[in-house]
């Protein structure tokens, strides 16, 4: 009888060498003549690990990291297939390891538990629950269990998810769209690309129910196109989802139809906004469209479209196969259910944290996280996006949360946890932020594409001593012109990042310029 042996093949352990793993581990047990079946299974987002390598015993999965080709002759020896856990590189059970345990794992539940591409295994751990509750529900009886779990945007902007599914249902109109954006380009975030890699019929799945509740037959995942991967796995669960019932003409017999493709982003940061992805959907430059008409109105080829990132719509499934209640019941004030947090940068154990609303960054970066990789001091944090605030170390006790964050000028924005140790130079970070933004503007409006360009030169003038109090003034008033003037978030939160290094590392803004910009 096969063993059945675990290796992931989500992008970040490919690039660590899983292929690799994978091939010795099938010629190491063959010279050996052991039955094994190797399942290529998706992350579980502890990438410090990666790949990590699981056996399933009667007792349940071992698993064993990071794992290199040159370690499965220690490892079989060791007694890797029988679940031994002598071997320096064994981790012990799965679900003892403390990274995953401390966890509250609602929309991440399956990933690193199953082949991303198998209907069977993702039935057999409660997938298509939701899509099945969703075809005895009438449209408002869905769009109510959305409204009552209080899910809201997970791209960044939280808007609740159900005001915007009711808008749609309530619009009249001979064709409806669902579009998800996974245009996921925020630095240091990856949760989309596991969702989609590890668990793509979750998404799928999601998305049909949202066609179900607002009366929209077609759906578009607008995939950012550095995601090849993510792209080849979509592809191929779309298919399996059509013979299998679970999209096309007539979903599992009922008579309503949903169908569902992949389009690839146009590789610009801004097509992640909303409604310059809507333009690039319809083959347009993405360039970000007047509101009103609010997309819910008039949005894909003038149509009503609901358009929700792609955590937004995988957690949907959950929360019609358990209530809407049940999902509510995670989180803190107007911030309910989990949220997907992505450590990265200068981070010991970087990869995926999924928590409740509420616990703090201090408890992340030092207790997930493990401090600094380089093991210098925290001097730093960004969350949310090139976009969002730099934190100092007084505001690492905040309970993470939408309206907390607000408060001080923060954002949560998609979950993107990026971590500076003390030999970052904040005025630096300060000129990389008005740079993305000069890089990356659509051009429509002049407070942005104009206000970016300034921005950067004056930081330059303030960093190499030139009239500095003057044009630490003007850095000021230029930001508050971008903030108030921009037509879209882009220009309208590049200043956040600047404001917050002025207001809480000034110091670094006092220094002359090192590098290539002195």
Request: hydrophobic share 40%; with cysteine.
């Amino acid at each position: 009888m096969s063993i059945r042996v675990f290796v992931p093949r989500d992008t970040t352990a490919l690039s660590l060498g899983a292929d690799t793993v994978a091939r010795r581990l099938e010629r190491e047990a063959a010279a050996r003549h052991e039955g094994i079946d190797i399942v290529r299974n998706g992350s579980r987002g502890l990438f410090w690990l990666e790949p990590m390598v699981e056996v399933e015993t009667p007792k349940g999965r071992v698993a064993y990291g990071p794992v290199t080709p040159a370690d499965v002759p220690s490892l079989l020896d060791s007694g890797l297939l029988e679940g031994c856990v002598s071997h320096p590189l064994a981790l012990g059970p799965v679900d003892d390891i403390d990274y995953l345990a401390r966890q509250q794992r609602l929309t991440f539940a399956r990933i690193g538990v199953t082949d991303p591409l198998s209907i069977d295994d993702y039935r057999d751990h409660r997938g298509f629950a939701g899509l099945e509750a969703a075809l005895s529900l009438s449209p408002q009886a869905i769009v109510d269990e959305v409204k009552a779990s209080g899910l809201r945007g997970r791209g960044g902007a939280a808007f609740p998810t159900g005001i915007k599914w009711q808008t749609v249902l309530d619009a009249p109109s001979d064709q409806k769209y669902i579009v998800c954006n996974a245009d996921e380009g925020d630095s240091g975030t990856f949760a989309d690309r596991l969702a989609m890699e590890c668990d793509p019929y979750m998404l799928i799945e999601g998305m049909t129910i949202a066609g179900l509740a607002v009366g929209a037959t077609q759906g578009y995942i607008y995939l950012r196109s550095e995601y090849p991967l993510a792209k080849e796995i979509l592809d191929e669960a779309i298919e399996r989802a059509e013979v299998a019932g679970y999209l096309g003409d007539n979903i599992r017999e009922s008579g309503r139809a949903f169908h569902l493709e992949v389009r690839l982003g146009a590789g610009a940061y801004i097509c992640g906004e909303e409604t310059s992805l809507l333009e690039s959907l319809e083959g347009k430059r993405g360039l970000v469209r007047f509101k009103p008409p609010l997309p819910a109105i008039e949005g894909l080829f003038g149509r009503p479209t609901v358009v929700n990132n792609v955590l937004s719509l995988a957690a949907v499934p959950l929360i019609l196969a358990e209530g809407g209640q049940a999902y509510a019941d995670y989180g803190m004030g107007r911030s309910r259910g989990t949220l997907a947090l992505q450590l990265a940068g200068n981070v010991k154990r970087g990869g995926l944290i999924e928590l409740a609303f509420g616990t703090t960054l201090r408890t992340l970066m030092e207790e997930f996280g493990g401090g600094t990789l380089s093991g210098r001091p925290l001097r730093a944090v960004q969350v949310g996006g090139p976009l969002c605030a730099y934190l100092p170390e007084s505001q690492w006790d905040m309970p993470l949360d939408y309206e907390t964050f607000a408060e001080v000028g923060a954002g949560v924005g998609h979950g993107g946890v990026v971590m500076f140790d003390d030999s970052v130079d904040m005025a630096e970070q300060a000129r990389f932020s008005m740079e993305f933004c000069k890089e990356e503007s659509c051009g429509k409006c002049t407070p942005c594409r104009i206000g970016s360009t300034r921005g950067v030169e004056v930081i330059d003038r303030i960093r190499k001593g030139e009239n500095r109090d003057a044009n630490l003034a003007l850095l000021g008033d230029l930001c508050e012109t971008m903030v108030d003037g921009s037509l879209c978030a882009m220009g309208g939160m590049t200043p956040f990042p600047v404001q917050s290094a002025l207001k809480h590392f000034s110091e670094d803004f006092q220094r002359p310029a090192s590098g290539e910009h002195s």
